[in-house]
């Protein structure tokens, strides 16, 4: 699903801590965003955490 800038953001701001900066694989995809002129995009996925699922942006493979 394609997702708009605002929304990456209000995840990106929602992630753990503990999860930014590290790869970790996505166990479901969630949707994406890409800047009009980017050869690159945003990456939303639901990511394990603990106990449960947390859902994550990456770029470039890494967790915002």
Same mark, same amino acid.
């Given at each position: 699903?394609?997702? =708009?800038?605002? &929304?990456?953001? @209000? *995840?990106?701001?929602? =992630?753990?801590?503990?999860?930014?900066?590290? &790869?970790?694989?996505?166990?479901? #995809?969630?949707?994406?965003?890409?800047?009009? #002129? /980017? @050869? $690159?995009?945003? &990456? /939303?996925? $639901?990511? &394990?955490? @603990?106990?449960?699922?947390?859902? /994550?942006?990456?770029?470039?493979? *890494?967790?915002?």
């Amino acid at each position: 699903m394609k997702l =708009t800038k605002r &929304q990456i953001d @209000n *995840i990106i701001e929602h =992630t753990p801590a503990e999860l930014k900066g590290f &790869q970790k694989s996505f166990e479901s #995809d969630f949707g994406w965003y890409m800047k009009r #002129d /980017a @050869n $690159w995009s945003y &990456q /939303a996925g $639901w990511v &394990q955490h @603990n106990s449960g699922f947390v859902l /994550a942006v990456k770029v470039f493979g *890494i967790i915002k």
